[in-house]
């Protein structure tokens, strides 16, 4: 997979599934637009991956908002000219609560980041691919968008919606050429899980997250390189005929 001068844009960029697949395309050559709420870690990333000089673009951006999304498509296009290939991975986990307690203004946030901010990203960035009569989007949703879990109940309608939105842009995109996907990852090893696994009982954690890998067949959470590398295959010319699929990443969890 040569991602030589092709340019890759992806939200959530510092978080541990954004880093490890900024690593992977910047090795495959890849022109690479990170985007983050956070800019200090934005400056963190680039300089701890040794990203290379003129083929990187940091972008500090809230998805929550259109007009920010709106911007760092037109700083992409103003440096790079296209989009080749969108990583729309921002998202956030809530909090941990019956439906019937769940804050009122988390679910703001949650939607606002895991809904709006994926429907922000693809309205602008297809335009772009519409233009060009070629792309892949790969939308980041999760295994809580295909069945049910108590007491994340944002979560789960915020990736559910995702599902929907990567099925309906996967069809309307087809007509210009774009492909469109969603990667739905079982837990994985990163800060999101930590954050959830204490939220289900915090002085606990460390024995929920030993029983939620037993409920995985492969018999472990995924790695941050393990979403990276399906999302480099859904982005490249090797996944040329697959669009609309919602693709579990999950060590055989969906299959039980």
Not at 106 to 124: P, Q, R
């Amino acid at each position: 997979m040569n991602f030589s001068e092709k340019v890759v844009v992806i939200t959530g960029a510092t978080g541990g599934i954004g880093k490890a697949t900024v690593e992977k395309f910047a090795k495959e050559g890849a022109n690479i637009v990170l985007v983050d709420l956070n800019e200090g870690a934005l400056q963190e990333t680039a300089q701890e991956l040794q990203l290379t000089e003129g083929k990187y673009l940091l972008v500090q951006a809230d998805v929550r908002h259109e007009e920010q999304v709106e911007r760092y498509v037109q700083l992409t296009k103003e440096k790079f000219g296209r989009i080749d290939v969108f990583f729309n991975n921002a998202g956030v986990e809530g909090v941990v609560q019956p439906i019937t307690k769940y804050p009122s203004e988390t679910l703001d946030m949650v939607l606002d980041v895991n809904v709006k901010g994926v429907f922000y990203g693809l309205k602008h960035v297809l335009q772009v691919m519409q233009e060009q009569k070629s792309g892949s989007v790969i939308n980041m949703s999760s295994i809580a968008g295909l069945r049910g879990s108590p007491n994340v109940s944002a979560y789960i309608a915020s990736k559910h919606a995702v599902v929907g939105l990567t099925k309906a842009t996967a069809v309307e995109a087809a007509t210009y050429g774009v492909r469109v996907n969603a990667v739905n990852p079982s837990p994985v090893n990163t800060r999101m899980m930590r954050s959830l696994e204490a939220g289900f009982n915090p002085e606990y954690a460390e024995q929920v997250k030993e029983k939620l890998t037993q409920t995985i067949p492969l018999g472990r959470y995924g790695e941050s390189e393990d979403i990276a590398n399906a999302v480099l295959y859904l982005a490249s010319e090797q996944s040329s005929f697959i669009t609309g699929v919602i693709f579990p990443i999950d060590g055989g969890l969906s299959a039980t």
